[in-house]
Protein backbone atom coordinates (compact mmCIF):
# COMPACT_ATOMS: atom_id res chain seq x y z
CA UNK A 1 0.00 0.00 0.00
CA UNK A 2 1.01 3.63 -0.49
CA UNK A 3 1.12 5.16 2.88
CA UNK A 4 1.82 8.96 4.36
CA UNK A 5 2.74 9.85 7.82
CA UNK A 6 2.00 13.83 8.64
CA UNK A 7 4.65 14.61 11.73
CA UNK A 8 8.10 12.86 11.81
CA UNK A 9 8.67 12.75 15.66
CA UNK A 10 9.02 10.04 17.89
CA UNK A 11 5.95 8.46 16.72
CA UNK A 12 5.11 9.36 13.09
CA UNK A 13 9.37 7.93 12.31
CA UNK A 14 8.51 4.76 14.12
CA UNK A 15 5.59 4.43 12.24
CA UNK A 16 6.93 5.26 9.05
CA UNK A 17 10.26 2.91 9.12
CA UNK A 18 7.97 0.11 10.46
CA UNK A 19 5.14 0.09 7.64
CA UNK A 20 8.26 0.87 4.94
CA UNK A 21 9.64 -2.31 6.75
CA UNK A 22 6.42 -4.41 6.20
CA UNK A 23 6.77 -3.51 2.54
CA UNK A 24 4.68 -0.42 1.95
CA UNK A 25 5.60 2.54 0.01
CA UNK A 26 5.80 5.23 2.65
CA UNK A 27 5.87 9.42 2.36
CA UNK A 28 6.93 11.16 5.49
CA UNK A 29 5.57 14.58 5.68
CA UNK A 30 6.92 17.62 7.93
CA UNK A 31 6.60 20.74 8.23
CA UNK A 32 9.95 21.18 9.41
CA UNK A 33 12.77 21.33 6.69
CA UNK A 34 15.16 20.28 8.47
CA UNK A 35 13.95 16.94 9.56
CA UNK A 36 12.71 16.09 6.09
CA UNK A 37 15.98 17.08 4.63
CA UNK A 38 18.00 15.05 7.32
CA UNK A 39 15.48 12.02 6.52
CA UNK A 40 16.00 12.04 2.84
CA UNK A 41 19.69 11.53 3.37
CA UNK A 42 19.29 8.66 5.48
CA UNK A 43 19.54 10.14 8.95
CA UNK A 44 17.40 10.38 12.05
CA UNK A 45 16.42 13.86 13.34
CA UNK A 46 16.14 12.29 16.58
CA UNK A 47 17.05 9.56 18.68
CA UNK A 48 15.86 6.58 19.47
CA UNK A 49 17.58 3.17 19.72
CA UNK A 50 18.45 1.40 16.49
CA UNK A 51 16.18 4.14 14.17
CA UNK A 52 18.77 5.72 12.30
CA UNK A 53 19.88 2.26 10.74
CA UNK A 54 15.94 1.90 9.97
CA UNK A 55 15.69 5.04 8.10
CA UNK A 56 18.95 4.90 6.15
CA UNK A 57 17.88 1.45 5.19
CA UNK A 58 14.62 1.91 4.25
CA UNK A 59 15.23 5.69 2.43
CA UNK A 60 18.08 3.42 0.78
CA UNK A 61 16.09 0.88 -0.68
CA UNK A 62 13.16 3.65 -1.96
CA UNK A 63 10.50 2.83 0.31
CA UNK A 64 10.52 5.70 2.64
CA UNK A 65 11.31 9.04 1.59
CA UNK A 66 10.73 12.13 3.19
CA UNK A 67 8.30 15.74 2.36
CA UNK A 68 7.56 18.87 2.78
CA UNK A 69 4.77 19.11 0.69
CA UNK A 70 1.49 17.65 1.78
CA UNK A 71 0.28 17.14 -1.83
CA UNK A 72 2.44 14.29 -1.68
CA UNK A 73 -0.69 12.85 0.33
CA UNK A 74 -2.68 12.63 -3.39
CA UNK A 75 -0.95 9.63 -4.49
CA UNK A 76 -1.42 7.63 -1.05
CA UNK A 77 -4.12 5.13 0.21
CA UNK A 78 -3.82 6.27 3.65
CA UNK A 79 -2.54 9.02 5.89
CA UNK A 80 -1.19 8.30 9.74
CA UNK A 81 -1.79 12.10 11.26
CA UNK A 82 1.06 11.96 14.09
CA UNK A 83 2.03 15.94 14.83
CA UNK A 84 2.19 16.33 18.40
CA UNK A 85 -0.35 17.21 20.96
CA UNK A 86 2.28 18.57 23.31
CA UNK A 87 3.26 22.22 24.22
CA UNK A 88 4.85 23.16 27.32
CA UNK A 89 2.96 26.19 28.19
CA UNK A 90 -0.11 24.46 28.09
CA UNK A 91 -1.10 21.84 30.83
CA UNK A 92 -3.24 19.57 28.90
CA UNK A 93 -3.44 19.04 24.95
CA UNK A 94 -2.32 21.65 22.46
CA UNK A 95 -4.45 21.12 19.10
CA UNK A 96 -2.41 23.43 17.20
CA UNK A 97 -0.65 21.09 15.41
CA UNK A 98 -3.92 18.38 14.88
CA UNK A 99 -5.85 21.25 13.20
CA UNK A 100 -3.07 22.14 10.69
CA UNK A 101 -2.38 18.64 9.65
CA UNK A 102 -6.34 18.16 9.36
CA UNK A 103 -6.57 21.21 7.30
CA UNK A 104 -3.70 20.01 5.05
CA UNK A 105 -4.84 16.48 4.59
CA UNK A 106 -8.28 18.34 4.15
CA UNK A 107 -7.14 20.57 1.37
CA UNK A 108 -5.24 17.56 -0.41
CA UNK A 109 -8.41 15.15 -0.17
CA UNK A 110 -10.67 18.22 -1.77
CA UNK A 111 -8.76 17.18 -5.31
CA UNK A 112 -8.46 13.83 -4.71
CA UNK A 113 -10.68 11.45 -6.95
CA UNK A 114 -10.44 7.72 -5.12
CA UNK A 115 -11.21 6.78 -1.80
CA UNK A 116 -8.86 7.69 1.28
CA UNK A 117 -8.47 6.55 4.96
CA UNK A 118 -7.14 9.08 7.98
CA UNK A 119 -5.65 7.13 10.85
CA UNK A 120 -5.54 9.61 13.78
CA UNK A 121 -2.35 8.20 15.69
CA UNK A 122 -1.80 11.48 17.65
CA UNK A 123 -3.07 10.92 21.48
CA UNK A 124 -6.40 12.89 21.52
CA UNK A 125 -8.87 13.20 24.08
CA UNK A 126 -12.39 11.24 23.91
CA UNK A 127 -14.51 13.03 21.80
CA UNK A 128 -12.05 15.08 19.78
CA UNK A 129 -11.87 13.19 16.46
CA UNK A 130 -15.71 13.48 15.79
CA UNK A 131 -15.64 17.61 17.36
CA UNK A 132 -12.53 18.62 16.03
CA UNK A 133 -10.93 16.59 13.46
CA UNK A 134 -13.55 15.23 11.41
CA UNK A 135 -15.08 18.62 10.92
CA UNK A 136 -11.61 20.20 9.84
CA UNK A 137 -11.44 17.34 7.18
CA UNK A 138 -14.53 17.75 6.02
CA UNK A 139 -14.33 21.79 6.28
CA UNK A 140 -10.82 22.04 4.33
CA UNK A 141 -11.96 18.56 1.82
CA UNK A 142 -15.39 19.90 0.89
CA UNK A 143 -16.00 16.19 1.64
CA UNK A 144 -18.27 14.13 3.97
CA UNK A 145 -16.83 11.49 6.50
CA UNK A 146 -17.74 8.26 5.37
CA UNK A 147 -18.24 8.95 1.68
CA UNK A 148 -15.52 11.13 0.61
CA UNK A 149 -13.27 9.69 2.95
CA UNK A 150 -12.83 7.55 5.56
CA UNK A 151 -11.61 7.98 9.43
CA UNK A 152 -10.34 5.94 12.32
CA UNK A 153 -8.27 6.28 15.54
CA UNK A 154 -5.42 4.11 16.08
CA UNK A 155 -3.84 5.01 19.08
CA UNK A 156 -0.23 4.36 19.48
CA UNK A 157 1.22 2.67 22.64
CA UNK A 158 4.84 2.06 21.99
CA UNK A 159 7.35 3.27 24.54
CA UNK A 160 9.83 6.10 23.89
CA UNK A 161 13.32 4.72 24.20
CA UNK A 162 12.33 1.56 22.62
CA UNK A 163 10.29 2.95 20.07
CA UNK A 164 11.46 0.57 17.11
CA UNK A 165 10.80 -2.41 18.65
CA UNK A 166 7.53 -1.64 20.09
CA UNK A 167 6.39 -0.55 16.61
CA UNK A 168 7.01 -3.77 15.30
CA UNK A 169 6.13 -6.00 18.53
CA UNK A 170 2.68 -4.57 19.52
CA UNK A 171 0.84 -5.82 21.99
CA UNK A 172 -2.21 -5.05 20.35
CA UNK A 173 -3.81 -2.80 17.86
CA UNK A 174 -6.61 -0.80 18.78
CA UNK A 175 -8.47 0.84 15.33
CA UNK A 176 -11.61 3.27 16.47
CA UNK A 177 -13.76 3.49 13.47
CA UNK A 178 -15.85 5.73 12.00
CA UNK A 179 -17.31 3.20 9.61
CA UNK A 180 -16.69 -0.33 8.70
CA UNK A 181 -14.90 0.84 5.72
CA UNK A 182 -12.22 2.81 7.38
CA UNK A 183 -11.48 0.09 9.94
CA UNK A 184 -10.79 -2.72 7.26
CA UNK A 185 -8.51 -0.44 5.28
CA UNK A 186 -6.48 0.48 8.54
CA UNK A 187 -6.74 -3.61 9.42
CA UNK A 188 -5.53 -5.06 6.40
CA UNK A 189 -2.45 -3.15 7.54
CA UNK A 190 -1.74 -5.10 10.22
CA UNK A 191 -2.69 -8.65 9.64
CA UNK A 192 -0.13 -9.92 9.59
CA UNK A 193 1.04 -8.87 13.64
CA UNK A 194 0.14 -11.85 16.22
CA UNK A 195 -1.67 -9.35 18.18
CA UNK A 196 -5.31 -9.07 19.46
CA UNK A 197 -6.77 -6.69 16.93
CA UNK A 198 -10.17 -4.52 18.24
CA UNK A 199 -11.99 -2.94 16.46
CA UNK A 200 -14.16 -0.67 18.21
CA UNK A 201 -15.73 3.14 18.03
CA UNK A 202 -13.54 6.28 17.64
CA UNK A 203 -14.47 8.16 21.13
CA UNK A 204 -13.59 4.19 22.61
CA UNK A 205 -10.13 3.98 20.76
CA UNK A 206 -9.42 7.66 22.28
CA UNK A 207 -10.40 6.54 26.17
CA UNK A 208 -8.47 2.94 25.75
CA UNK A 209 -5.19 5.24 25.17
CA UNK A 210 -5.76 7.51 27.92
CA UNK A 211 -6.63 4.88 30.16
CA UNK A 212 -4.12 3.08 29.26
CA UNK A 213 -1.36 5.74 30.32
CA UNK A 214 -3.21 6.61 33.12
CA UNK A 215 -2.76 3.15 34.68
CA UNK A 216 0.74 3.08 33.43
CA UNK A 217 0.97 6.13 35.76
CA UNK A 218 -0.97 5.55 38.53
CA UNK A 219 1.32 2.06 39.17
CA UNK A 220 4.47 4.82 39.11
CA UNK A 221 2.87 7.10 41.56
CA UNK A 222 1.85 4.17 43.86
CA UNK A 223 4.93 2.18 43.91
CA UNK A 224 6.38 5.53 44.62
CA UNK A 225 4.14 6.17 47.71
CA UNK A 226 4.93 2.69 49.10
CA UNK A 227 8.48 3.69 48.35
CA UNK A 228 8.46 6.53 50.44
CA UNK A 229 6.79 4.93 53.24
CA UNK A 230 9.16 2.45 52.95
CA UNK A 231 12.18 4.43 53.05
CA UNK A 232 10.68 5.67 56.80
CA UNK A 233 10.13 2.82 58.24
CA UNK A 234 13.49 0.55 56.84
CA UNK A 235 12.05 -1.37 54.24
CA UNK A 236 13.51 -1.87 50.50
CA UNK A 237 10.83 -0.67 48.38
CA UNK A 238 12.37 -3.12 45.74
CA UNK A 239 12.42 -6.20 47.92
CA UNK A 240 8.09 -5.19 47.65
CA UNK A 241 7.81 -4.41 44.51
CA UNK A 242 9.79 -7.40 43.31
CA UNK A 243 7.15 -9.82 45.36
CA UNK A 244 4.25 -7.98 44.36
CA UNK A 245 5.18 -8.23 40.85
CA UNK A 246 5.19 -11.97 41.06
CA UNK A 247 1.37 -11.75 40.92
CA UNK A 248 0.18 -11.39 37.01
CA UNK A 249 -3.17 -9.41 38.26
CA UNK A 250 -0.06 -6.79 39.18
CA UNK A 251 3.12 -7.38 37.35
CA UNK A 252 6.41 -6.05 37.87
CA UNK A 253 6.75 -3.65 35.24
CA UNK A 254 6.27 0.10 35.80
CA UNK A 255 6.97 -0.65 39.90
CA UNK A 256 10.28 0.40 39.97
CA UNK A 257 9.76 3.40 42.59
CA UNK A 258 12.10 6.39 41.88
CA UNK A 259 12.10 10.59 41.12
CA UNK A 260 8.76 9.88 38.97
CA UNK A 261 7.44 9.92 35.37
CA UNK A 262 7.89 12.66 32.38
CA UNK A 263 7.74 12.83 28.94
CA UNK A 264 5.49 14.08 26.64
CA UNK A 265 2.59 11.72 27.34
CA UNK A 266 1.74 10.93 30.94
CA UNK A 267 1.50 13.71 32.33
CA UNK A 268 -0.55 15.83 29.67
CA UNK A 269 -2.72 12.99 28.91
CA UNK A 270 -3.85 12.64 32.68
CA UNK A 271 -4.30 16.60 33.00
CA UNK A 272 -6.31 16.18 29.74
CA UNK A 273 -8.56 13.54 31.15
CA UNK A 274 -9.19 15.26 34.36
CA UNK A 275 -10.45 17.93 32.21
CA UNK A 276 -12.22 16.10 30.49
CA UNK A 277 -13.83 14.07 33.53
CA UNK A 278 -14.59 17.51 34.80
CA UNK A 279 -15.96 19.09 31.47
CA UNK A 280 -18.52 15.88 32.12
CA UNK A 281 -19.34 17.13 35.30
CA UNK A 282 -16.77 14.23 37.25
CA UNK A 283 -14.12 15.32 39.85
CA UNK A 284 -11.12 12.87 38.95
CA UNK A 285 -9.71 12.68 42.27
CA UNK A 286 -7.53 9.68 42.06
CA UNK A 287 -6.02 10.83 38.67
CA UNK A 288 -5.77 14.21 40.26
CA UNK A 289 -3.45 12.00 42.88
CA UNK A 290 -1.48 10.54 40.60
CA UNK A 291 -0.49 13.94 39.29
CA UNK A 292 -0.19 15.51 42.77
CA UNK A 293 2.17 12.71 43.77
CA UNK A 294 4.70 12.79 40.90
CA UNK A 295 4.99 16.81 40.47
CA UNK A 296 6.47 16.12 44.40
CA UNK A 297 8.24 13.12 43.69
CA UNK A 298 11.55 15.19 42.26
CA UNK A 299 11.79 17.43 44.25
CA UNK A 300 12.59 15.26 47.12
CA UNK A 301 15.98 14.92 44.78
CA UNK A 302 17.26 18.47 45.83
CA UNK A 303 15.74 18.54 49.22
CA UNK A 304 17.40 15.21 50.03
CA UNK A 305 20.45 16.82 48.79
CA UNK A 306 20.04 19.60 51.14
CA UNK A 307 19.85 16.94 54.22
CA UNK A 308 22.81 15.26 52.77
CA UNK A 309 25.53 18.34 52.34
CA UNK A 310 24.10 21.23 54.00
CA UNK A 311 22.51 24.62 52.49
CA UNK A 312 23.11 24.35 49.04
CA UNK A 313 23.92 28.27 48.52
CA UNK A 314 27.19 27.99 46.65
CA UNK A 315 27.70 24.03 46.41
CA UNK A 316 28.29 22.59 43.03
CA UNK A 317 26.06 19.97 42.41
CA UNK A 318 26.56 17.46 39.84
CA UNK A 319 23.07 16.15 37.86
CA UNK A 320 23.41 12.84 36.01
CA UNK A 321 20.97 12.44 33.75
CA UNK A 322 18.36 15.00 31.49
CA UNK A 323 16.30 12.81 29.39
CA UNK A 324 12.88 11.74 31.31
CA UNK A 325 14.35 7.96 30.17
CA UNK A 326 17.63 6.44 29.31
CA UNK A 327 17.55 5.34 25.45
CA UNK A 328 16.29 8.50 24.25
CA UNK A 329 17.21 12.35 23.89
CA UNK A 330 13.40 13.56 25.01
CA UNK A 331 13.59 16.41 27.86
CA UNK A 332 10.01 16.85 27.61
CA UNK A 333 8.55 17.16 31.19
CA UNK A 334 11.14 14.96 32.41
CA UNK A 335 12.03 15.24 36.24
CA UNK A 336 16.02 16.15 35.79
CA UNK A 337 14.00 19.77 34.79
CA UNK A 338 12.32 19.68 38.55
CA UNK A 339 15.25 18.85 39.98
CA UNK A 340 17.08 21.65 37.97
CA UNK A 341 14.80 24.18 39.30
CA UNK A 342 14.85 23.23 42.49
CA UNK A 343 18.85 22.90 42.88
CA UNK A 344 19.11 26.66 41.30
CA UNK A 345 16.53 28.05 43.78
CA UNK A 346 18.10 26.63 46.63
CA UNK A 347 21.46 29.08 45.12
CA UNK A 348 23.33 25.68 43.85
CA UNK A 349 25.55 25.99 40.65
CA UNK A 350 24.57 22.83 38.56
CA UNK A 351 26.79 20.79 36.40
CA UNK A 352 24.99 18.45 34.12
CA UNK A 353 25.44 15.54 31.81
CA UNK A 354 23.43 13.20 29.50
CA UNK A 355 24.78 10.67 26.77
CA UNK A 356 22.55 12.17 24.32
CA UNK A 357 19.60 14.90 25.50
CA UNK A 358 22.24 17.43 26.25
CA UNK A 359 21.15 19.74 23.20
CA UNK A 360 17.98 19.28 23.87
CA UNK A 361 18.23 20.16 27.84
CA UNK A 362 20.19 23.35 26.58
CA UNK A 363 17.04 24.85 25.07
CA UNK A 364 14.99 24.62 28.09
CA UNK A 365 17.48 25.11 31.02
CA UNK A 366 18.72 28.69 32.18
CA UNK A 367 22.11 29.42 30.78
CA UNK A 368 23.77 29.01 34.23
CA UNK A 369 23.64 25.29 34.07
CA UNK A 370 26.72 24.30 32.82
CA UNK A 371 26.92 21.05 30.48
CA UNK A 372 30.12 18.89 30.79
CA UNK A 373 31.35 16.06 28.10
CA UNK A 374 31.48 12.94 30.50
CA UNK A 375 29.34 11.94 33.86
CA UNK A 376 33.37 11.97 35.12
CA UNK A 377 33.66 15.40 34.38
CA UNK A 378 30.29 16.18 35.85
CA UNK A 379 31.01 14.71 39.13
CA UNK A 380 34.59 15.84 39.82
CA UNK A 381 34.49 18.25 42.08
CA UNK A 382 30.84 17.80 43.23
CA UNK A 383 29.42 18.15 46.25
CA UNK A 384 27.15 15.99 45.84
CA UNK A 385 25.70 13.69 42.50
CA UNK A 386 22.14 13.00 41.81
CA UNK A 387 21.02 10.58 39.36
CA UNK A 388 18.21 11.10 37.92
CA UNK A 389 17.84 9.02 34.41
CA UNK A 390 19.35 5.35 35.01
CA UNK A 391 21.38 5.42 32.03
CA UNK A 392 23.54 2.02 31.94
CA UNK A 393 27.08 4.45 32.02
CA UNK A 394 25.71 4.93 35.16
CA UNK A 395 25.42 2.25 36.80
CA UNK A 396 29.41 2.38 37.39
CA UNK A 397 30.33 2.43 40.84
CA UNK A 398 33.97 4.03 40.86
CA UNK A 399 31.96 7.05 39.17
CA UNK A 400 31.07 7.87 42.80
CA UNK A 401 33.88 7.00 45.01
CA UNK A 402 33.99 8.90 48.05
CA UNK A 403 31.11 11.37 47.13
CA UNK A 404 27.55 12.21 48.70
CA UNK A 405 25.41 10.30 45.97
CA UNK A 406 21.77 10.75 45.69
CA UNK A 407 20.28 8.06 43.94
CA UNK A 408 16.75 8.23 42.16
CA UNK A 409 16.85 5.70 39.77
CA UNK A 410 18.36 2.84 41.96
CA UNK A 411 21.57 2.91 39.58
CA UNK A 412 23.27 1.62 42.60
CA UNK A 413 23.14 -1.56 44.86
CA UNK A 414 22.30 0.13 48.21
CA UNK A 415 23.72 -2.96 50.10
CA UNK A 416 27.28 -2.17 48.78
CA UNK A 417 27.11 1.71 47.93
CA UNK A 418 27.61 2.53 51.38
CA UNK A 419 31.45 1.21 51.13
CA UNK A 420 32.50 3.59 48.20
CA UNK A 421 30.17 6.67 49.08
CA UNK A 422 27.82 8.67 51.37
CA UNK A 423 24.75 6.98 49.45
CA UNK A 424 20.99 8.03 49.87
CA UNK A 425 18.18 6.10 47.97
CA UNK A 426 15.38 8.31 46.94
CA UNK A 427 12.80 5.51 48.38
CA UNK A 428 14.72 2.92 49.99
P1 LIG B 1 6.92 15.08 18.23
O1 LIG B 1 6.76 16.44 18.76
O2 LIG B 1 8.17 14.32 18.49
O3 LIG B 1 6.70 15.08 16.65
C1 LIG B 1 5.75 15.85 16.01
C2 LIG B 1 6.25 16.14 14.60
O4 LIG B 1 5.22 16.78 13.87
C3 LIG B 1 7.44 17.09 14.56
O5 LIG B 1 8.44 16.52 13.73
C4 LIG B 1 6.87 18.38 13.96
O6 LIG B 1 7.84 19.08 13.20
C5 LIG B 1 5.78 17.83 13.08
N1 LIG B 1 4.67 18.77 12.78
C6 LIG B 1 4.08 19.65 13.61
N2 LIG B 1 3.04 20.26 13.00
C7 LIG B 1 3.00 19.74 11.75
C8 LIG B 1 2.16 19.95 10.64
N3 LIG B 1 1.14 20.80 10.69
N4 LIG B 1 2.41 19.26 9.49
C9 LIG B 1 3.44 18.37 9.42
N5 LIG B 1 4.26 18.13 10.46
C10 LIG B 1 4.04 18.80 11.61
O7 LIG B 1 5.66 14.24 18.79
P2 LIG B 1 5.63 12.71 19.23
O8 LIG B 1 6.33 12.53 20.52
O9 LIG B 1 6.02 11.87 18.07
O10 LIG B 1 4.07 12.54 19.53
C11 LIG B 1 3.12 12.56 18.49
C12 LIG B 1 1.77 12.18 19.05
O11 LIG B 1 1.79 10.82 19.49
C13 LIG B 1 1.34 12.99 20.28
O12 LIG B 1 -0.04 13.14 20.27
C14 LIG B 1 1.74 12.10 21.43
O13 LIG B 1 0.96 12.33 22.59
C15 LIG B 1 1.46 10.72 20.87
N6 LIG B 1 2.27 9.65 21.43
C16 LIG B 1 3.58 9.88 21.72
C17 LIG B 1 4.34 8.85 22.23
C18 LIG B 1 5.78 9.10 22.58
O14 LIG B 1 6.35 8.25 23.28
N7 LIG B 1 6.40 10.19 22.15
C19 LIG B 1 3.79 7.58 22.44
C20 LIG B 1 2.47 7.36 22.08
C21 LIG B 1 1.71 8.42 21.58
Redesign the pocket.
Known amino acids: MKISV ?7 LATAVGLAGNGHQVVC ?4 PA ?1 VDLINRGRS ?2 YEKGLEDCVSSCVGNGTLKASKDYKDVADTDITFI ?5 SPSCNGTDFT ?1 IK ?2 AR ?1 VGGVLSKKKGYHVIAV ?4 APGTTEKVIIPTLEKASGKKAGKGFGVVVN ?6 GK ?1 VDCVRNPYRIIIGEYDKRSGEAVESLYRDFPVPIVRTTIAAAEMIKYASNAFLAAKISFINEIGNICKKLGIDVYDVAGAMGYDPRIGRRFLNAGAGFG ?3 LP ?2 IEELVDTAGRAGYEAGILRAILDMNREQPQRLAEMAESAVGDLQGKTVAVLGLSFKPGTD ?1 VRDAPSLKVIASLLEKGASVRAYDPVAVDNARMVLPKSVKFCASAAQAVKGADCVIVVTEWDEFKVESLYNGKVVIDGRRVLDPRRAGKFCDYHGICW
Not at 121 to 124: A, C, G, I, L, N
Open positions: IGNGYVGIDNDKPICVGTYQSAGKSTVPEFLEESGSCKDD
